[in-house]
């Protein structure tokens, strides 16, 4: 067994409370048993300074990336809206030359639509919907691997969504910030099957949820939803150093800095070869 924020270290001790293995420098020592510091309420000695110094140089408090991302997707509804939009039907000029389709847009070269199309939404409740669920989801996701690994994997899980709709319907067009959120739920899993249960342990069963309601009803992104959640979940790998580290309290280093640009790069790149093979 192995400590679950050092996973170099070999130890014979596990919490009390969730069963991982905890070092001697993550043991708290409390009145029934030895607990990790996630269920101990409070950590010690270097790890409680080490923990301070992280989040106050690097996760932040407060969830600050997610409420920008949420702004910036209220905005460009409303800008929307100030272009001729309805609450049920958008349309104008921001729309039109951010939406993802292949037919006029990605065959003409205008790649900047993999991204740009995660921050338009097609009607209110399909903005409301999304925003809900980025709240709720993105927040302990945020504050537990902090904001440039939340974002980077956020951007990463959008281009992914998009190479995924553009597989599974070429012909569509496709907008809406679901696919970056999926990725969300995807790096969750892979933290929860890391024991730091960001969730509470129930990001799998949300997955499953809402893929069924994914094939279930018509209209949504197939191709968006499961491309989102494999990139998110490769991201997290990456950054955890496929497993070798933890996706939380491990440095990610060189090496899972650039598989998560591996995984953006490879979401580009499937879209491209997908483009060239309609239009060739």
């Not at 999304?130 to 996701?141: A, H």
């Amino acid at each position: 067994m192995y400590c679950y924020r050092h996973p170099k270290r070999e130890t014979g001790v596990s919490c009390s409370e969730c069963g991982r293995g905890i070092c001697p420098d993550c043991m708290v020592f409390a009145p029934v048993g030895i607990r990790c510091p996630d269920h101990a309420g409070r950590v010690q000695g270097a790890s409680r300074v080490t923990q301070g110094v992280r989040r106050a140089s690097y996760e932040g408090q407060g969830a600050l990336v997610t409420k920008i991302l949420i702004g910036i997707n209220v905005l460009v509804f409303l800008v929307n809206l100030a272009q001729g939009s309805s609450l049920t039907q958008v349309s104008g000029s921001l729309f039109e030359k951010g939406a993802l389709f292949v037919p006029g847009g990605l065959d003409q070269g205008e790649w900047w639509r993999l991204i740009t199309a995660a921050f338009l939404h097609a009607s209110l409740i399909h903005l409301g919907m999304n925003m809900l669920v980025l709240w709720f989801v993105g927040t302990p996701v945020e504050q537990a691997v902090g904001r440039g690994r939340f974002l980077a994997i956020y951007i990463v899980s959008g281009l992914a969504g998009s190479a995924g709709a553009i597989i599974f319907s070429p012909n569509a067009v496709t907008v809406g910030a679901s696919g970056a959120i999926f990725g969300i739920l995807g790096a969750a899993l892979v933290l929860e099957a890391q024991r730091s249960y960001v969730l509470g342990g129930q990001a799998l069963g949300l997955i499953a949820v809402n893929l069924v309601l994914t094939f279930a009803i018509p209209n949504i992104s197939v191709g968006g939803h499961v491309g989102g959640l494999i990139g998110g979940a490769l991201s997290m790998l990456a950054f955890s150093r496929l497993g070798r580290t933890h996706g939380i309290y491990g440095r990610p280093g060189l090496l899972g800095i650039a598989g998560v640009i591996a995984v953006g790069v490879a979401s580009v790149l499937v879209a491209y070869f997908r483009v060239q093979g309609l239009t060739a």
